[in-house]
């Protein structure tokens, strides 16, 4: 079973930045999309980023200007580049590769912004 391990996660000052990476552990085919999605506290889940296979991408508003996605395809892995941080930004990470048959999720990453 493919497993997504990401890493890059921590502990920042607002108006900090962190590098987020995910990596598939084997190969997975036929790629859709892969994202990045994220959970605080008492909220339901959102997708912040996403990038289609033919390399389109796609922000939510509030991170806009902000965030930037990219993608290794080589290596099956996934970036979120996190500039100006908030305190708003404080969530659990998740990413996502979706193909056509499954949708693998990464185990998370803590992201928390002090003020």
């Known amino acids: 079973q493919v497993q997504l391990v990401e890493s890059g996660g921590g502990l920042v000052q607002a108006g900090g930045s962190l590098r987020l990476s995910c990596a598939a552990s084997g190969s997975i085919f036929s790629i859709n999309a892969m994202g990045w999605y994220r959970q605080a506290p008492g909220k339901q889940r959102e997708l912040v980023a996403g990038?289609?296979?033919?390399?389109?991408?796609n922000y939510a508003d509030s991170v806009k200007g902000r965030f930037t996605i990219s993608r290794d395809n080589a290596k099956i892995t996934v970036y979120l580049q996190m500039n100006s941080l908030k305190p708003e930004d404080t969530a659990v990470y998740y990413c996502?590769?979706?193909?056509?048959?499954?949708?693998?999720w990464g185990q998370g990453t803590q992201v928390t912004v002090s003020s």
């Open positions: 990038i289609r296979s033919g390399g389109g991408t």
């Open positions: 996502n590769i979706r193909n056509n048959w499954y949708d693998y």
